[in-house]
Nanobody, 124 residues
Framework: VQLVESGGGLVQAGGSLRLSCAAA????????MGWFYQVPGKEREFAAA????????YYGSTMEGQFTISKDTDKNTVYLQVKDLKPEDTAVYYC??????????????????WGQGTQVTVSA
């Protein structure tokens, strides 16, 4: 499975972005897709995940309320809407796919496939 992110860039504080992740390959094996983010100097954190064959969504506690995950299965694409951005939200956002158990949906080690990452920079 190949994952290609897009939609990152420079945004002013208070603004929002919609990140996209297009999946290709053996996507029928995917049960969940999601997003992680990594702020410089900090550990990678779970943003959100969505069931690929159902409508369940899961969100991390950090930056709670700022993320909305959605999907378009016809386009094999998952989206992450990020709002109310602050300069400290500057990070690289990674798209992931795999078959994590629900109790471990937030664990980066449970996702087999990763995108290359897309940079989101928030200016003051």
């Amino acid at each position: 499975v190949q994952l290609v992110e897009s939609g990152g860039g420079l945004v002013q504080a208070g603004g929002s972005l919609r990140l996209s992740c297009a999946a290709a390959g053996d996507i029928f094996a995917i049960k969940h897709m999601g997003w992680f983010y990594q702020v410089p100097g900090k550990e990678r954190e779970f943003a959100a995940a969505i069931s690929w064959k159902a409508d369940n969504t899961y969100y991390g506690s950090t930056m709670e309320g700022q993320f909305t995950i959605s999907k378009d299965t016809d386009k094999n694409t998952v989206y992450l809407q990020v709002k109310d951005l602050k300069p400290e939200d500057t990070a690289v956002y990674y798209c992931v796919a795999g078959d994590p158990g629900i109790p471990l949906i937030h664990s980066q080690w449970e996702y087999e496939f990763w995108g290359q990452g897309t940079q989101v920079t928030v200016s003051a």
